[in-house]
Structure formats: C-alpha cells, structure tokens
C-alpha cells in the first residue's frame, strides 16, 4: 500500500522561506511529485524527484531521501500568492499506467 | 498553453440521478484519469484509461461508474445512480506517456452536489 504523512497546516511571513515536510511508505518506489492547489482549484504539477538529493526551480525546490522515506519541499522569497495547498503524491504501476496516491495536502497561509 | 477541460464546472443532481462529467484532455496526450476530492479531503484516485480501455480502477470506482470515450477528444465519467456520498471535485487528468516521471495534468474540475 501507500501511506503518506504531511503537516496539515503552517504558516510563513511574506519573503521568508518555508519547507514542507512529506514522508511516505510505498510498495515499491517511483519517485515523488509535489503538486500545489489553491482553493477550489485543480492540482498543478511544481516538481518530481526520483534520486536522491535537491531540485532547484526558481523559488522552488524539492528534496529527497529515499532511505528515509522523505521529501521536502522549499519555497524562497513566499509571496502571497503562496498561500495554497501543497501536495505530496507517489505513483503507483497499474496496468500500463501510474495513478497518484495523494497525501491530504499542507495549507500554506503566507501573511504579511 | 494546451489544457484539460472539464465541463460542467458545476453539476447540482438530486440523488438517484444519473450524471455525466465531460473531460477533453490535451489532444496528444494517451493516458486518462478521474480523480475526486471530497471537501476538506484529499484527491482520490478513480479510475485510469489507456487505449479505449479501463488500466486501473481504485475501490472506489463500483459499478455505479464507468468511463467512456466517446469519440476522439472527450472522456467521459458517467455515475448512474448519485448518492450523497458522491458529492465532490471531480478532477480529469492526462498524460502524454506511460512513463511515471510524466506530468499528470489537471482539468479545473467538475463540483458536483447531490441533494
């Protein structure tokens, strides 16, 4: 099965830097993708990691170790349009195809 | 930038209804997705479509549901008989590979409420 276990909620001033924490227990392991999600809005895809270490994306930058089942997720310089839900999810094989198991997601309020 | 559409962007059915939710993934794209997240919940895997045909199914997705794609662009969620509990999003997603490293993009959604 999946399990993936993130903060339900934080909060960060406007300009700092935040990270949010994700660990996940799978059967078997293909990478981790980190998605945001602002209120009544679909997911949008910010980054995927499947080896070991930090992505650099502009303000964003994801980090994985797999031996200790966890990422992170680093935003620079929070702007207020931060304040959303961010998303840890693993996929999974199915037939043919990699469905996403959703942790419940990090409500980032970012204040100024 | 190409998109998933979804429409409608909201559907009000009362229970015992049939529903039907409209996806139009983007056009090069092979690999299809339902998805639902229940208010204040996660997103929920349903059901996943890859050449005309269902991949994968969670167990959620009963017999109350089936896909379709009914022609070259639209997909299709159907849910035969609504019951309260299928009050939701109901986001569609595609892929353009099989790959697990590509992107899964998201429509805007479909809110549906069951009276």
């Known amino acids: 099965g999946q399990n993936i276990d993130q903060p339900t909620e934080m909060t960060a001033t406007e300009g700092a830097i935040v990270q949010i924490n994700c660990t996940y227990q799978?059967?078997?392991?293909?990478?981790l993708f980190w998605y945001q999600q602002h209120a009544g809005e679909a997911p949008t895809f910010l980054s995927y990691n499947v080896l070991d270490g930090l992505e650099e994306k502009g303000r964003f930058s994801s980090f994985l170790s797999r031996s200790k089942g966890y990422s992170y997720l680093l935003l620079k310089e929070l702007q207020m349009k931060d304040s959303a839900s961010y998303l840890c999810?693993?996929?999974?094989?199915?037939?043919?195809?990699?469905?996403?198991?959703f942790g419940k997601g990090t409500k980032l309020s970012v204040i100024p | 930038e190409p998109e998933v559409t979804q429409t409608p962007s909201h559907q009000v059915t009362q229970m015992g209804q049939e529903v039907i939710l409209r996806c139009v993934p983007i056009s090069n794209h092979l690999y299809f997705y339902w998805y639902r997240q229940i208010l204040g919940q996660k997103v929920e895997f349903l059901v996943s479509f890859y050449n005309n045909e269902i991949s994968e199914k969670s167990e959620i997705f009963d017999d109350q549901f089936s896909v379709e794609r009914p022609d070259g662009s639209n997909f299709t969620l159907k849910i035969r008989s609504t019951k309260l509990e299928d009050s939701a999003m109901y986001f569609c997603?595609?892929?353009?590979?099989?790959?697990?490293?590509?992107?899964?993009?998201f429509g805007p959604g479909t809110r549906l409420t069951v009276t």
């Open positions: 999810a693993a996929p999974y094989s199915g037939a043919g195809s990699y469905q996403l198991t």
């Open positions: 799978t059967s078997g392991f293909n990478g």
């Open positions: 997603a595609s892929s353009e590979g099989t790959a697990v490293s590509y992107e899964q993009y």
